[in-house]
């Protein structure tokens, strides 16, 4: 009877699944979480130098709406850009799991981001939400992102 109250009382709140993002990290799984973090302060600031450094030179990853997967080269083109157009990078990161597998970490967030690009006035990404995976392995003392994937993340809430 008491589980089934339980049971009811989380149905009637609105918690009908478990996400892992109330999950405690370990202390290899905050500092990925905080590489995660500074990978978009980077970004914003046009910190070519640094940014590359949580790139593996191996790197392989299928970007936000890419079609083809692409490699380092690549990452380091858009952050050049931002920086050299004077883009505006918003952001908004929303941690889902971030899980430690030996030398490898895997990281999934949720992402509300757009760049705005005053040479022309337009903008790109501002109408989704994008699903975020990255692959960290630990390289000497540090993480670096050894491979990734971004895609749409669809509404389903009237599924």
Not at 21 to 46: A, D, I, M, T
Not at 62 to 78: A, I, Y
Request: hydrophobic share 30%; glycine share 8%; aromatic share 16%.
């Amino acid at each position: 009877m008491r589980n089934s109250l339980i049971t009811l009382c989380l149905i009637l709140s609105g918690w009908t699944s478990f996400n892992v993002y109330s999950q405690s990290l370990n202390p290899n799984e905050q500092r990925v979480w905080e590489l995660e973090e500074r990978y978009w302060e980077l970004v914003k600031k046009g910190d070519v130098d640094n940014f590359l450094k949580l790139w593996h030179e191996g790197f392989t990853g299928w970007g936000c709406g890419m079609v083809n997967t692409f490699n380092k080269k690549r990452v380091e083109d858009w952050v050049k850009a931002v920086r050299d157009d004077d883009i505006e990078l918003t952001y908004e990161i929303d941690r889902e799991s971030v899980k430690e597998y030996g030398d490898v970490i895997i990281a999934y967030y949720s992402s509300i981001y757009y760049e705005y690009n005053p040479k022309d006035n337009s903008y790109w990404g501002k109408e989704n939400t994008w699903k975020v995976t990255h692959t960290w392995k630990r390289m000497g003392d540090t993480y670096q992102i050894i491979g990734g994937m971004c895609g749409v993340l669809e509404d389903n809430s009237d599924k």
